[in-house]
């Protein structure tokens, strides 16, 4: 059994920064056999990808419309994974949701396991 729960969700304005945590409560595997993934939807839209990470954090990757302005990081003593919003615009107005799976995939079925999400709103 995975449990995740997001937070560090809000109202921020155009050109600010938000951190966003997931922390990680699971009864079998340990959180570093999982890879972390980060997605988002806005109203109206499809689910989609935003990041990231492997296990041990080696690897990353971005979905273009974050890159540069987005990083996302872990730290398994914590059994947490962070999402590091740089530069917002209302375009990023969406919920957030962290996700653990496998292995590294842009991909939201490569996912089995999702939290309930955390609104971010970004004003102009």
């Known amino acids: 059994q995975v449990q995740l729960v997001e937070s560090g969700g809000g109202l921020v304005q155009a050109g600010g920064s938000l951190r966003l945590s997931c922390a990680c409560a699971?009864?079998?595997?340990?959180?570093?056999?999982?890879?972390m993934g980060w997605f988002r939807q806005a109203p109206g839209k499809e689910r989609e990808f935003v990041a990231t990470?492997?296990?041990?954090?080696?690897?990353?990757y971005y979905a273009d419309s974050v890159k540069g302005r987005f990083t996302v990081s872990r730290d398994n003593a914590k059994n947490t994974v962070y999402l590091q919003m740089t530069s917002l615009n209302p375009e990023d107005t969406a919920v957030y949701y962290c996700?653990?799976?496998?292995?590294?995939?842009?991909?939201?079925?490569?996912?089995?396991?999702w939290g309930q999400g955390t609104q971010v709103t970004v004003s102009s």
């Open positions: 990470i492997s296990g041990i954090g080696r690897h990353t």
């Open positions: 699971s009864s079998g595997r340990t959180f570093s056999t999982y890879a």
């Open positions: 996700a653990a799976g496998p292995l590294t995939s842009y991909t939201g079925s490569s996912y089995s396991h």
